[in-house]
Every structure is written in C-alpha cells, then in structure tokens.
C-alpha cells in the first residue's frame, strides 16, 4: 500500500494535470519528478482519472525505460551504450559495474544506495565511454575509475 503522503503527490499531480490534451504522459513525469517512481498502486487512480484502462496506463509505464515502478536508490548511475561508448568499451564497463553492484539495469542495490540505468548517449562522447551518477558526468571511465567512484560514494553515505 502507498504512503499517505506519496497518494498524495499523486493525487496533486493528477489534478494539476489532467485536463491537459494527451496527459498521461505529462501526469507520469511528473508523478516520478515528485516521487522518483511511478507507484504499482497509482496505475489504477491514474487510469480512473483518465477514463483509461489500467492496461493502458501499465503499458505506457513498461514501455518507457525511463519510468521506474521500484523507488531509486540514494545515487542513479547511467551508463552510456551509445555507439560511440560502445565502440570504446562500455559493454566491458557494463558487466563490471553490474557485478560489482550486484544488480542489472533497472534494478536497485539492496542497501538502496544505487540504482544503475542504460541511457543512450550523455552527449560526452569525446571521452567515452561515459557515465552519469545524478547530476555528475564521467569520461573514460574504466573498471577502475568506476570503483574509485562508487567507494567514494559508499564512504560519503
């Protein structure tokens, strides 16, 4: 069951929105700006308001990577997999960071720290291959420099 104050939010951004033309998208923007996720229990309050079905409102959630329905972890990493990342390495980045986290893309640390994304170019290619944790952008990141970071990260919680 949601928080009351999280129903809430989510209750504020559907009425704020919902008169909009095409306001779904507009209401899970801004239902994952306020939350960080688009809560499993808001698909049916969002379907209802939009006199849509709740497959709807669920597809359009699972279709768009950019949509969580899990709450993020204290620092979101995305790594670049566009080409030019890849042609320098990212997939070898890729399975490092996803061992070393111990999770895949779109999942959560189970101590909540981090989450890990694929995004599709950082526009850093001239250092790739490239990273963002939060709002700090990372050039020729290797195994290495991946490591030093998340530590630092882990020592600063």
């Given amino acids: 069951m949601t928080e009351p104050n999280t129903t809430q939010a989510v209750q504020e951004v559907i009425a704020a929105l919902k008169d909009k033309p095409g306001a779904l998208l507009p ?3 801004g239902i994952q700006a306020a939350l960080g996720y688009i809560p499993a229990d808001s698909v049916p309050v969002i379907a209802k308001a939009l006199n849509l ?3 709807e409102v669920h597809g359009v959630v699972s279709f768009y990577h950019y949509f969580r329905d899990t709450p993020p972890g204290k620092h979101t990493i995305y790594l670049c997999r566009a080409e030019s990342c890849q042609a320098m390495g990212s997939a070898e980045l ?3 960071a996803k061992h070393k986290l ?3 893309f779109h999942e959560t640390t189970e101590n909540g720290q981090f989450s890990l994304e694929p995004v599709y170019c950082l526009g850093n290619c ?3 291959p ?3 944790i939060d709002e700090a952008i990372y050039g020729r990141v290797s195994a290495s420099t991946f490591d030093d970071i998340i530590n630092e990260l882990e ?3």
């Fill in 102 to 104: 111990g999770i895949d």
């Fill in 94 to 96: 890729e399975v490092h």
């Fill in 155 to 157: 020592k600063s919680a």
């Fill in 126 to 128: 001239a250092c790739s």
């Fill in 130 to 132: 490239a990273m963002q």
């Fill in 27 to 29: 209401i899970l923007h």
């Fill in 53 to 55: 079905s709740r497959a």
